[in-house]
């Protein structure tokens, strides 16, 4: 079967099949199913972004393109949000500290 389906320029993962973005109600609702299939805790897509986010960070990304990735203002932003969720980049901060200076 040919859907035709068109890639998004904005590089959204949700998207019509002309590659328009989705109202979010819309992706809202069908996240909401998916959850409910699955067996899994309803969680908003949104949920996403703050896992992406936080992965990126814990791999080691810059909190810089972290910022910019996700289209915050300044990095303040992301630092305020993001940084003190995770004891895994202040471990791994710690460490590369020890490290350095062994």
């Known amino acids: 079967?040919?859907?035709?389906?068109?890639?998004?320029?904005?590089h959204l993962i949700f998207h019509q099949q002309d590659g328009r973005s989705?109202?979010?109600?819309?992706v809202r609702e069908y996240f909401k199913e998916?959850?409910?299939?699955?067996e899994l805790p309803m969680l908003s897509p949104h949920a996403l972004r703050?896992?992406?986010a936080v992965h990126l960070l814990e791999s080691g990304a810059s909190l810089k393109?972290?910022?910019?990735?996700?289209g915050h203002a300044s990095?303040?932003?992301t630092?305020?949000?993001?940084?003190?969720i995770t004891e895994k980049i202040e471990?791994?901060?710690i460490e590369k500290y020890q490290q350095y200076f062994n």
């Open 1 to 10: 079967m040919n859907y035709n389906f068109q890639t998004s320029d904005e």
């Open 22 to 26: 989705l109202r979010t109600n819309v």
């Open 34 to 38: 998916i959850c409910k299939r699955c």
């Open 50 to 52: 703050h896992t992406h």
């Open 65 to 70: 393109y972290v910022s910019k990735r996700l």
């Open 75 to 77: 990095i303040k932003t």
């Open 79 to 84: 630092a305020d949000t993001y940084l003190n």
């Open 91 to 93: 471990d791994d901060a």
